[in-house]
């Protein structure tokens, strides 16, 4: 039986406050910071602490890596979200220990580096990345919901170096829900199955990420037309296709075409990948080694683009993917080890995404959201026996160990 802690819940209930922070709200608080930005983080922008390159070069390795593997399940439309995804993961991180840990290192990217040290470089990153550009908003906020268990400690740390706001699991899934639908600007009504049963979940950890950029230079809409688009299996279907004589860069590889477009100011960037006519779009694997590469060789600074208006949404479980990179014992409920997290035995249940972007003549506006569930390990699946296949049986002596009986079971019906 689960142990009730009536007074830390309504702790947690008081400090439920409503928390993120945009790129484009930075008069409302220190100069250059929007209002609101967690202590760790204003405290990194105001002694100028570097970006920490190292954890950019996970968390975008991370990303590369869950593409990778996910466009292998998903050939459609694919669109997932590094930063979602390493944020509510980091906040695990802060939880895990022994082989979980190493195993979240291995996945993430991480290893050698501490929780603490994760913490304060997830500050420095934040301080850079709520930076003001008048012409791109970006929001980006973390959230915590949890049940008595959840150790205040774990609480406290995520709300210093995330920001993340803290709500009890009362009304979940519809109160994760409704957060991540009013971060994303109703664009992600839902990350979590309305119908989820969550009577067995002691913490969601949450983050929403919206990032709305107009162009540089913005398509004239006079120069929009009907164009025919090739798919992969070579039929065509006719898309509405935008053109302008860019100014970002531009540049021809031995595998693809290389180019970028800049947002706003130019703080950030549209980047294209193209493979030649007819060659396999699986043919382009991009990592964080080549990556670099690409962009350098888009260097001329002009050049004419075609480039459909679209909009796409993508969702999915994201366990097998993080699985395959390393982390299967934070999902089994007999490895799980989160002694940081709460006070009983904990295993990650989930952890799911949800992507949406739109690109027009104006801009672009992208969403996301990613949310992981905490669940006590002894409501987990790993702990439950479904006899309903042939098996073997035995009847046993305990006092000697000697073994009366030992068969196996393959038609119940048989006599």
């Known amino acids: 039986m689960r142990r009730s802690h009536p007074s830390l819940v309504l702790t947690l209930a008081s400090i439920a406050l409503p928390f993120w922070v945009g790129c484009s709200s930075g008069s409302h608080g220190t100069p250059g910071l929007p209002a609101g930005v967690p202590p760790a983080v204003k405290q990194a922008y105001d002694q100028g602490t570097p970006v920490p390159t190292a954890l950019v070069a996970a968390d975008n390795g991370l990303g590369f890596a869950a593409f990778a593997l996910l466009r292998q399940a998903h050939p459609g439309n694919l669109l997932v979200s590094p930063m979602s995804l390493a944020q509510a993961l980091d906040m695990a991180y802060n939880g895990a220990g022994g082989q979980t840990l190493a195993g979240m290192a291995q996945a993430l990217g991480l290893t050698g580096v501490g929780a603490g040290q994760l913490d304060q470089d997830n500050a420095a ?201 390393g982390m299967a014992d934070a999902f089994d409920p007999l490895r799980a080890d989160f002694p940081a997290l709460a006070s009983v035995a904990e295993y990650l249940a989930f952890v799911t995404q949800s992507t949406t972007v739109a690109v027009d003549e104006a801009g672009t506006v992208a969403t996301a959201a990613t949310a992981a569930g905490a669940a006590p390990t002894a409501t987990g699946p790993g702990l439950n026996m479904v006899l309903d296949h042939p098996f073997i049986y035995a009847i046993q002596d305990t006092g000697t160990g000697a073994i009366l009986f030992l068969g196996q079971l393959v038609d119940p019906t048989a006599g």
């Open 125 to 325: 990153l934040l301080a850079h990345l709520y930076s003001s550009d008048p012409d791109v908003t970006l929001i980006l906020a973390n959230s915590i919901w949890a049940r008595a268990d959840i150790l205040p400690s774990f609480l406290a740390t995520n709300q210093t170096y995330f920001g993340a706001q803290v709500g009890t699991m009362d009304g979940a899934p519809g109160s994760v829900n409704a957060w991540v639908d009013q971060v994303t600007q109703g664009r992600i009504p839902a990350v979590l199955d309305p119908g989820l049963d969550c009577s067995q979940l002691d913490a969601i950890l949450a983050n929403a990420l919206y990032f709305k950029g107009t162009w540089h230079t913005a398509f004239q809409v006079a120069d929009t037309v009907a164009a025919p688009f090739t798919r992969m299996d070579g039929s065509q279907v006719s898309c509405t296709m935008m053109t302008q004589m860019a100014a970002g860069g531009f540049g021809r590889t031995a595998t693809c075409d290389v180019a970028w477009l800049p947002y706003g100011g130019g703080r950030y960037r549209m980047v294209f990948l193209l493979p030649p006519p007819g060659a396999s779009l699986a043919s382009l694997a991009p990592d964080p080694a080549g990556w670099e590469s690409l962009i350098q060789a888009a260097a001329a600074p002009s050049f004419q683009i075609h480039l459909p208006r679209f909009t796409a949404k993508w969702s999915a479980s994201l366990n097998d993917t993080l699985i395959q990179l």
